[in-house]
């Protein structure tokens, strides 16, 4: 059998086939159902990103199935649909990894960035960094779940349990991140690129309580506000956003240069905080509130060979909610 790819070596991505890979010790081989395409992999593509291993299959937001178990393996059983997100391994020995915060691992992997991706109809994984999907039988809906969901709600726990949230950038994780806040009780303000009216919409169906441009204020002070749109400009205009005590999250793997600004926006004990990946246990927290809350996410499928076409449109933003590859 024969496993088609889609590596980075440069831009465009270059198709290829190379054998079927084969699961080594405490491994999966997945046949891969969809996989989302994420902003990181925009990143990754642009060379944005230091110490890139090209050539490299790019996609961490895969849903398979099982096809192959590599030694010690015994669960995931055959045949069962997993999802792999970005974090693919930690040392399990660094103090960040016996501290309960293996997000911050010494010697981590990351898939589609530091190890090859779901880009692809076949990828390997090891078998205790992908997620159980029992109950999700849409692997194009629940693909975005796997980085999209989980970054946002890793940023909304750090964000903190306020009642008024804002989301700056107003796309796949937003999308998901104002379902999950409405079904907590919180109200969501919406912040995209100004004009957007396509953006604006969706956000207004999903539930937010105010809907602007990004260089807009809303009509009250924020709890919190998430910057999902890797714009380091939108910095100092959250922290203009969010009231005394309040948290600006900043839920990217890459952005542009923050650019300077008066320490009044920080004071009064605002905070300014990144994330950094992910944890084993954010993804078995999110995917049971993703079940409960009967999450839904918008989706515009590609088939796999036009994965260049899916990064384009993202780029431009030609699309709402989330893209995904399906080989």
Known sequence: MRAMVLRAIRQPLVQEERPDPVPGPGELRIRVEACGVCRTDLHVVDGELSHIPLPLIPGHEIVGIVEAQGGGVAFPQLGARVGVPWLAHTCGHCPYCRSGRENLCDEPAFTGYTRDGGFATHVVAEADFAFPLDGFDDPVATAPLMCAGLIGWRSLVIAGNGERIGLYGFGAAAHILAQV????????????????????????????????????????????????????????????????????????????????????????????????????????????????????????????????????????????????LVP
């Open 181 to 324: 806040c409405r079904w907590q009780g919180r109200d969501v303000y919406a912040f995209t690129r100004p004009g957007d009216t396509a953006a604006q919409a969706m956000a207004r169906s999903l539930g937010a309580v105010w809907v602007g441009g990004s260089d807009e204020l809303p009509p009250e002070p924020l709890d919190a506000a998430i910057l999902f749109a890797p714009v380091g400009a939108l910095v100092p205009q959250a922290l203009r956003a969010v009231k005394k005590g309040g948290t600006v999250v900043c839920g990217g793997i890459h952005m542009s240069d923050i650019p300077s600004f008066p320490y009044e926006l920080l004071w009064k004990e605002r905070r300014l905080v990144s994330v950094a990946n992910l944890t084993r246990q954010d993804g078995i927290d999110f995917l049971a509130i993703a079940a409960k809350a009967r999450i839904r996410t918008t989706t515009t499928t590609y088939p796999l060979e036009k994965a260049n076409e899916a990064l384009a449109d993202l780029r431009a933003g030609r699309f709402q909610g989330a893209a995904v």
